[in-house]
T-cell receptor
Framework: TQLLEQSPQFLSIQEGENLTVYCNSS?????LQWYRQEPGEGPVLLVT?????EVKKLKRLTFQFGDARKDSSLHITAAQPGDTGLYLCAGARFNDKVIFGPGTSLSVIP | GAVVSQHPSRVICKSGTSVKIECRSLDFQATTMFWYRQFPKQSLMLMAT?????????EQGVEKDKFLINHASLTLSTLTVTSAHPEDSSFYICSARGDSISNSPLHFGNGTRLTVT
């Protein structure tokens, strides 16, 4: 059973479009992180959200942590081909273990 | 920013041999290092957690005698795949954290592509 679910699993969009990726769980996390991974490389941290209801912006990326700290979303505005990659959400639990979601594979077509 | 170096980036070995993968934190001391396995287009599967100077904690279903982890210092952890078989072929990634706070970000190495022939 996946403790963290992500949707959609795959997403292919045209350059310039907007998109939202969701990360959901029935568990509460002390924090949630979003990573982007390109093929053949390790994941790179995009953001950490800690407070319920928190919203963080990173250029065209907007991250939100749910009020109950069980879910999060990543919204990309005007997607570019450079945004292509595997987006992973990761929840940190109070016992120090980080759990990764199954990932969302994004492809932005020029 | 914090840098984690993983070596080798690619390795091809024959079935039955052992392979050692190194994970080094270059500019910080890593109290905890994690080892993951990743299949194509899938997420990271945590294999084990290693803390410097103590035995690694393995996830359920991961054979500790097959995947030997040694965290000899605060900057180095190694994963040895013993008696490798073709089904061990995968992308192995390490990550490190500089403190014991669960909210702290994980710093990832660039992974090792293992191919067992």
């Amino acid at each position: 059973t996946q403790l963290l679910e992500q949707s959609p699993q795959f997403l292919s969009i045209q350059e310039g479009e907007n998109l939202t990726v969701y990360c959901n769980s029935s568990s509460v996390f002390s924090s949630l992180q979003w990573y982007r991974q390109e093929p053949g490389e390790g994941p790179v941290l995009l953001v950490t959200v800690v407070t319920g209801g928190e919203v963080k912006k990173l250029k065209r990326l907007t991250f939100q942590f749910g009020d109950a700290r069980k879910d999060s979303s990543l919204h990309i505005t005007a997607a570019q081909p450079g945004d292509t990659g595997l987006y992973l959400c990761a929840g940190a639990r109070f016992n120090d273990k980080v759990i990764f979601g199954p990932g969302t594979s994004l492809s932005v077509i020029p | 920013g914090a840098v984690v170096s993983q070596h080798p980036s690619r390795v091809i070995c024959k079935s039955g041999t052992s392979v050692k993968i190194e994970c080094r934190s270059l500019d910080f001391q890593a109290t905890t290092m994690f080892w993951y396995r990743q299949f194509p287009k899938q997420s990271l599967m945590l294999m084990a957690t290693s803390n410097e100077g103590s035995k690694a904690t393995y996830e359920q279903g991961v054979e500790k005698d097959k995947f030997l982890i040694n965290h000899a210092s605060l900057t180095l952890s190694t994963l040895t795949v013993t008696s490798a078989h073709p089904e061990d072929s995968s992308f192995y990634i390490c990550s490190a954290r500089g403190d014991s706070i669960s909210n702290s970000p994980l710093h990832f190495g660039n992974g090792t592509r293992l191919t067992v022939t």
